[in-house]
Each structure stands twice: as C-alpha cells, then as structure tokens.
T-cell receptor, first 114, second 114 residues
Framework: GAVVSQHPSWVICKSGTSVKIECRSL??????MFWYRQFPKQSLMLMAT?????????EQGVEKDKFLINHASLTLSTLTVTSAHPEDSSFYIC??????????FGPGTRLTVL | QKEVEQNSGPLSVPEGAIASLNCTYS??????FFWYRQYSGKSPELIMS????GDKEDGRFTAQLNKASQYVSLLIRDSQPSDSATYLC??????????????FGTGTQLKVEL
C-alpha cells in the first residue's frame, strides 16, 4: 500500500500557541489529502479536504481560521492549529489517495494542549 | 444525511473462529466501500476495498457487498488475538454524494479470545 507520513507523532504545547502538523505522501503524488480528528472512543471526523494549489474545503462546523491548511506541493499538506486550547487536544490524522478512491492514513499526531 | 451504521460491539469470538462484521449504508448511489482496521491509539489501516456486488477474498479476509440491500460485511476466518481491534466501515458516496470523501461508521470492536 501507499505510505503516508506525519510529523510530529505527538506534541504538547501551552494554551494559546500554534502547532503545525505535516502530512507527506512518500511514494506517490496526492492532489488531494484529507484531515481528520478523532477524540477518544469516537469515530473519525473529517475536518477538511486539502487541495494542492487551491484552498481547502472545510466541513461544516470546522473553523477555517483556527485550522489553517496549506497544500503546498503534491506530496505535502500542513495543518496549523492556531491559538490552541485544551479542547483542541485530540488525535489528528491525515490521509491521501494515490489511486481511485482508496485512502491511506498517516500514523497520526497526538496533540495535547495544556 | 448520508449514514454508515455499524454495531459498536464488542464482538467476542474465540480464537480460530470466523468473525463476521456488518455495515449498512443509507446512500443507494454509493460507489465504493472499504474496511479499515484500527488498533487502539493508532491510525486506521486499509484492509479491503470492494466495488461490485459479491465476495472479494484476500487471505483470511472476505468482503461481501450487496448493493440492493445496502450492506457490506467483512468476514475474518481463523481469527487470531492480533485481529482484536476496531473495524471501521467506510463508504464513498460518489460524485453525487459530495465527491470522494469517505463516510465512516463508528466502528465495531472485535475481541478475539484465547
């Protein structure tokens, strides 16, 4: 299967700071990547669709000014959580799609905001 | 509202038995269907994809799709303790359903007992 990486794998930050998470497709190009959030014992929630060279498409209820997405190249998308607060603590996972519509997930980033 | 429904479980099966996981979806126009395995604290891993009615086998896994009845299932033969995880059903509603975004079920927790 296709390989997707994320960095960092975990991050702890103080309330009010911004955190950037990188998602890379290692062995394929991805014009579209997806960002999900998962709270403990809950299912995946799609936050936004990241489109290379254009603006991201956010799901209803997701604040675009708080969760900044930049898809700068065909192999890299970044999610920046701005002015993070404890309620933003979650497991953030990206995915990418090399062929058809099979999505492959990165290993995830666990964010803890103190 | 496009929905994907799964029994949350836990589904407990003895080692060596067949585990049967079921999923129903509401959008009749859905085009493609996926099963992901998610271990606790990890990101989802793609196990199977299925696009047409019938069975698709890959090793110990068999996916079954019945579009008329709008259900998809996953059978795991010779279940092993390492199969213990949460299994997520995901459906791509196709272009009429919002593009290539996946809709996930809440997952079924499988426990394989020694």
């Amino acid at each position: 299967g296709a390989v997707v990486s994320q960095h960092p794998s975990w991050v702890i930050c103080k309330s009010g700071t911004s955190v950037k998470i990188e998602c890379r497709s290692l062995d394929f190009q991805a014009t579209t990547m997806f960002w999900y959030r998962q709270f403990p014992k809950q299912s995946l929630m799609l936050m936004a669709t990241s489109n290379e060279g254009s603006k991201a498409t956010y799901e209803q209820g997701v604040e675009k000014d708080k969760f900044l997405i930049n898809h700068a190249s065909l192999t890299l998308s970044t999610l920046t959580v701005t002015s993070a607060h404890p309620e933003d603590s979650s497991f953030y996972i990206c995915s990418a799609r090399p062929l058809l519509d099979e999505q492959f997930f990165g290993p995830g980033t666990r964010l803890t905001v103190l | 509202q496009k929905e994907v429904e799964q029994n949350s479980g836990p589904l407990s099966v003895p080692e060596g038995a067949i585990a049967s996981l079921n999923c129903t979806y509401s959008d009749r126009g859905s085009q493609s269907f996926f099963w992901y395995r998610q271990y606790s604290g990890k990101s989802p891993e793609l196990i199977m994809s299925i696009y047409s009615n019938g069975d698709k086998e890959d090793g110990r896994f068999t996916a079954q799709l019945n579009k008329a009845s709008q259900y998809v299932s996953l059978l795991i033969r010779d279940s092993q303790p390492s199969d213990s995880a949460t299994y997520l059903c995901a459906v791509n509603p196709g272009l009429t359903g919002g593009g290539n975004k996946l809709t996930f079920g809440t997952g079924t927790q499988l426990k394989v007992e020694l």
